[in-house]
């Protein structure tokens, strides 16, 4: 199986700070990376697709990179609504993988 | 709009079973695969299988071989999920997820708790 490593487990971050979460694929999955938001008690919304497309009426600040088998998700400006726990999942290989999540708080 | 609308709690016993539904509007049922997701009480997320409503072709993950059914019903545009063999390790939520945009799980059902106790 294709192992996400995600990281950091855990951020606290102010008001109009940027942050970035970063995924590690144990191999190439070829920009199949999907990100995800999950607030408490809610289900899980996708927020990109494609590594670094971003799903329809998602705000802009957030955002999604790549670089060989690291992406990335970049919240600028962050506001009180972005507190979540975000997670990422490969698609490229069977069976579908996800990252252990990170939980953002907001200070 | 996409809805995808999951049955009611479960508490069950150990080894019994529990079946699951997931009742799909807004869109054309057989023409989107569901996916079946696993989150365990504070934990992350694990894909379990998926099913192709207007085949009933499937794929699963190998961890829930034997252990996940998945069906369909298109009269009613219902995915199912059956969870055989109950232990406390199956005790989580389960979502059902259609694909979008090319992404597996794109939209998200509202989870169902299963609880396995006696």
Request: proline content about 4%.
């Amino acid at each position: 199986d294709i192992q996400m490593t995600q990281s950091p487990a855990s951020l606290s971050a102010s008001l109009g700070e940027t942050v970035t979460i970063e995924c590690l694929a144990s191999e190439d999955i070829y920009s199949n990376l999907a990100w995800y938001q999950q607030k408490p008690g809610k289900s899980p919304q996708l927020l990109i697709y494609d590594a670094s497309s971003l799903q329809d009426g998602v705000p802009s600040r957030f955002s999604g990179s790549e670089s060989g088998t690291q992406y990335s998700l970049e919240i600028n400006s962050l506001q009180s609504e972005d507190a979540a726990t975000y997670f990422c999942q490969q698609h490229h290989d069977y069976p579908y993988t996800f990252g252990a999540g990170t939980k953002l708080e907001l200070k | 709009q996409v809805k995808l609308l999951q049955s009611g709690a479960a508490l069950v016993k150990p080894g019994a079973s529990v079946k699951m539904s997931c009742k799909a509007s807004g869109y054309t049922f057989t023409d989107y695969w569901v996916s079946w997701v696993k989150q365990s009480h504070g934990k992350s997320l694990e894909w379990i299988g998926e099913i192709y409503p207007n085949s009933g072709a499937t794929n699963f993950n190998e961890k829930f071989k034997g252990k996940a059914t998945l069906t369909v019903d298109k009269s009613t545009s219902t995915a199912y999920m059956e969870l055989s063999r109950l232990t406390s390790e199956d005790s989580a939520i389960y979502y059902c997820t259609r694909d979008t945009t090319g992404i597996p799980v794109g939209y998200w059902g509202q989870g169902v708790m299963v609880t396995v106790s006696s």
